[in-house]
């Protein structure tokens, strides 16, 4: 596709509800990051994957969150048992290498609530 | 760990106006990109302009254009002949260039709402 795709692009969940978020990064790019963005804040690492390989997941802020890239495209992150402070934007961004100067392409997010 | 500030909740600029953003870090590598992100309500991140920490010139983006002093860790961003679609949150970013794992992402500060008055 021309650009990262995020679904939904909002969600609203009770808390203790499992919630999925799909990223559906610019085609052929290597690495995947997830980040958290609390409102009025700036993003935050959650983890990255170069290909289907999880490098880092040293972000997740519980065991309750779960991310995975099975064939190196599309990517899940999975969060269970919701709880009111996980509400935040989920964002998603891919570059086309794992070189540092390769600048990061975001998705527009999703607005997850958890009431 | 790095770290980024950004000491301006919010800025207000006539329409047409130049305004300064300001951004400091901090680091012990030598070697770095330095990016400004702009966010507007959609919610996607938009890259503005970005420095490598080895150049010394000053990076430009037609009316945006940065001020790196790396000995001073500082990286502002300059908007000159603001205009109406400028208005959004503004973000600087590090990235180191070591290799592997969560070093190959983005540390942000906190933002800047840019407001600008027509």
């Known amino acids: 596709g021309a650009g990262v795709s995020q679904s939904p692009r909002y969600k609203v969940a009770k808390r203790g509800q499992d919630v999925a978020l799909r990223c559906d990064p610019i085609?052929?790019?290597?690495?995947l990051f997830w980040y958290q963005q609390a409102l009025g804040q700036g993003p935050e690492f959650l983890t990255y994957?170069?290909?289907?390989?999880?490098?880092?997941k040293s972000g997740l802020p519980s065991d309750r969150f779960f991310a995975e890239r099975p064939e190196g495209s599309v990517s899940t992150l999975k969060i269970q048992r919701t709880q009111q402070e996980d509400s935040a934007v989920y964002l998603c961004?891919?570059?086309?290498?794992?070189?540092?100067?390769?600048?990061?392409?975001f998705g527009n997010g999703t607005r997850l609530t958890v009431t | 760990a790095q770290t980024v500030t950004q000491s301006q909740p919010e800025m207000s600029v006539q329409e047409a106006e130049t305004v300064t953003l300001s951004c400091t870090y901090d680091?012990?590598?030598?070697?770095?990109?330095l990016f400004w992100y702009k966010q507007p309500p959609s919610r996607q991140m938009i890259l503005v302009i970005r420095?490598?920490?080895?150049?010394?010139q000053n990076a430009t983006e037609n009316r945006f254009s940065v001020n790196f002093q790396k000995a001073a860790k500082s990286f502002s961003l300059k908007i000159s002949d603001s205009q109406l679609g400028d208005a959004a949150m503004y973000f600087c970013?590090?990235?180191?260039?070591?290799?592997?794992?969560?070093?190959?992402?983005?540390?942000f500060g906190k933002g800047t709402h840019l407001i600008i008055q027509p």
């Open positions: 970013a590090y990235r180191s260039s070591l290799p592997g794992g969560g070093a190959d992402g983005l540390t």
């Open positions: 961004a891919s570059t086309p290498s794992s070189s540092y100067n390769s600048p990061l392409h």
């Open positions: 680091t012990s590598e030598s070697d770095y990109y």
């Open positions: 085609s052929g790019h290597v690495s």
């Open positions: 994957f170069q290909n289907e390989a999880q490098l880092d």
């Open positions: 420095q490598e920490a080895y150049k010394q």
